[in-house]
């Protein structure tokens, strides 16, 4: 194996703090400017969002910002609330391991271009030789053409990589239709379809698996 590529939320790092954040302010902002409850602005806002789930547009806040014509934009709350982003303990020593011991590194997502600021603002950028959006591709995972593209600009073929996610439909479904190794990081100990090649609960059990693959 020559190459890992991760997955950025949920895999690396959580932006749930910022989420649990900015909501609040958000059915606040459309209670007034629709004249409802908070509590139907809720409703109407998380329908739209579950309406979208797993569409281009679902991995963009600003998507939804923009659709109820709310004057807020994600960038902007990424800069103001960093320290509501929240890198996993285990990222940093996984990926300071893995560029000791030589491996290329790739961040894929299905976000866009504003996961490279969570990236910066979490001091995690430096670590990755390549880093995709779905703006890079104008598509998102799983289609093979994001995994693709990552894989090219590292120079490695699908067989010499690893993908490690946490969506089953995307990142291993995504991965393993390519011809990569998929790991499945289950952080919250789901259930699972054993359609992944490996299932990890944290990221030094990267070690092992790949100490077997070499």
């Known amino acids: 194996m020559k190459a890992v590529l991760f997955d950025i939320d949920g895999t690396i790092l959580t932006e749930m703090p910022l989420i649990q954040l900015f909501l ?3 059915y606040d902002r459309l209670s007034k400017k629709l004249g409802i409850s908070k509590d139907e602005a809720r409703e109407r806002f998380l329908a739209e969002i579950f309406e979208r789930r797993d569409t281009y547009d679902w991995h963009d806040w600003n998507f939804f910002f923009r659709l109820f014509d709310l004057d807020l934009r994600y960038e902007e709350l990424l800069k103001r609330y960093p320290h509501r982003l929240k890198v996993y303990p ?3 020593p996984t990926l300071e391991w893995l560029k000791k011991e030589g491996y290329l590194l790739g961040a894929v997502t299905s976000g866009p271009e504003y996961q490279r600021l969570k990236l910066e603002l979490t ?3 430096g670590y990755f030789d390549v ?6 591709v104008r598509t998102i995972k799983p289609e093979p053409k994001i995994f693709l593209y990552s894989l090219e600009a590292l120079g490695v073929e699908p067989g010499e990589a690893v993908m490690v996610g946490d969506s089953l439909s995307q990142d291993v479904y995504g991965a393993k239709n390519v011809g990569m190794t998929a790991v499945w990081i289950n952080r919250e100990g789901e259930i699972g379809y054993n359609m992944a090649d490996y299932e990890i609960r944290a990221l030094h059990e990267l070690r092992k698996i790949l100490g077997g693959l070499e």
Do not use: K
């Open 24 to 26: 609040p302010q958000v």
């Open 90 to 92: 285990d990222t940093v």
């Open 123 to 125: 001091g995690l950028l």
């Open 131 to 136: 880093i995709v959006t779905r703006e890079d």
